[in-house]
């Protein structure tokens, strides 16, 4: 386990029951919105990333739902929701 | 319409606690939880202390799914390119009862909510709740995939991003510097390679807190359990700090860096990564508390902001369920009185002030200052490490006294801020 694994393989590992809309969208307008960007390092499942444009872009898939954009960035620029029941990260170990 | 007496939003230990000592009274209880089943969305580092708790749930404990009884509480330093350990062990943490387990749990919470479910009590799962029924001024229900469903009290156990009691407006969205993210893996390695690589005997277990390098100096650190047949690992970071101070790497990284530290390396060689989990935790301790009731309705757990962290010892799940507990003791006073208000139900903050929940949170309330000292993550760890490199480095030449190594490091200066640091940890 000397090597690091991919964060991909990581999330790969758990069970996720597709989302059918995203739980969490940046508001319209903020992409470039300065308080998105603390998201970039801290969301564990590494779902916001920036284009050249200085664009900043969310993929829902590998949500953990753990809540740290919506601390970190606020709802000012994240609508932001728990997905619907019964979908979503399953954790089997917890 | 349905009509329930207690409706729980839910199932984690304050949830389920609060079920499952609402049962047998012939209240009609019902709990939602947005997961598949109780405990797919809950995540603990983690380990459960059952001493303050045990009584309230008697019973419970011979038959729970607990991973391993800590017999080592394991402390290290973590400098750059260096670490100091300190583990200590002794005969009462082997004695029974013990007084804390590792715990996973999605195993943990499913098996609570079987025994609820055992106790009459319905548990719907895959049901988000989407907001709050609000009628003069109650809290008169929860609205839930489209449905009404209406209750004389409403406890909100959603966690710790707890929209419930933000929608009735018991809460805000709350400071990042508030709370921190723990990120953990669950890896997979023979019990008996874990008894050997962490000295344990049979179900003896392990728990290790690493502070320092692991963070890159924010505030947080990294963890290590050890289940029967799996090692929790992970690492918790201030999301306030870390947003202050920008993190020089992602938080994924950064658990990579942890586990390929020759500390940690040997420990998980040859497991496999089998989970990988996320979940935020309260880190404001008593300041940072949400209200605790409103009219028709009840906050308990992670959504009260009910955990805490005292330096040596992080706890939040006893505080879970003894405040479902307490939120129960206290639905039944008010249906006792006929009266869901506020003022009724407030007998809840009354039953926490007089247990070790708010006893504890009023006690510690400094140490989130405490422990946010920004020396503790860079500073003493190196201090610390070089410190014991001169004490066993035998260079070519002559080696110095104790003494002088001692003086070396700890100058003046140094010294009067250590005694002044001393002051500040003697809080914990």
Redesign the interface.
Known sequence: ??E??D?KV??G??VF?PVREPHIKIRPGMERDPRLR?A???????LYSENEKGEIALTIDGC?????C???C??EVLDW??????T??????? | MEKFDVIIVGAGLAGLGAAYTLADHGLEVLVLERGDYPGAKNVTGGRLYVNPIRDFFPGLWEQAPLERFITHEVLTLMAKERSVTLDYSGNELREEPHQGYSVLRSKFDRWLAEQVENKGIMVLSKTRVDDVIKENGNVAGVLAGGDELRADVVIACDGVISLLSEKAGLRSPGSPHNFAVGVKEVISLESSVINDRFHLEGDEGAARLFVGEVTKGKFGGGFLYTNRESLSLGIVIGIGDAMDHTLPVEVPLLLELFKGRPELAPLIKGGSTVEYSAHVIPEGGFNALGNLCGNGILVAGDAAGLALNAGFTVRGMEYALASGYFAARAVLKAKEAGNFRAETLGVYKKFLEESFVLQDFRKFRESPAVVSNPRLFTHYPELTGNLMKDIYSIPAGPKDRLFSTLRKHITPGELWAILKDLRSFSKL
């Not at chain 1, 970039?40 to 590494?46: E, H, I, K, Q, Y």
């Not at chain 1, 953990?64 to 740290?68: D, I, K, W, Y």
């Open positions: 386990m000397s690091q694994m964060l990581k999330l590992l758990d029951k603390p970039l390092r801290l969301c564990p499942a590494g953990l739902e753990c809540g740290t919506r601390l970190a606020g709802t929701n728990y997905p619907e029941g019964g979503g990260v399953q954790f089997r170990f917890g």
